[in-house]
């Protein structure tokens, strides 16, 4: 598994501090929200996900590196 370095942690934190919106783009995950779905992120964990309330109800994190989300 891929573990991103300090900074690169730092500086999505700093892009998708708590409160920002998004969307998503695009998300490998069978229960993943369907692609153009909008949340609100709650914050960026140790391992550079980003938490994010879905607006559909999900709370899949975006793994990062994988994941991709737009900040709207």
């Not at 300090?6 to 783009?25: H, I, P, W």
């Amino acid at each position: 598994m891929f573990f991103p370095r300090r900074e690169m942690v730092e500086a999505l934190r700093r892009e998708y501090s708590a409160g920002t919106r998004v969307e998503l783009v695009k998300m490998d995950d069978l229960q993943a929200p369907p692609a153009g779905t909008l949340g609100t992120v709650i914050g960026v964990d140790d391992i550079g996900s980003i938490m994010v309330n879905w607006d559909n109800g999900s709370g899949l994190n975006v793994v990062y590196g994988e994941d991709v989300v737009m900040n709207v």
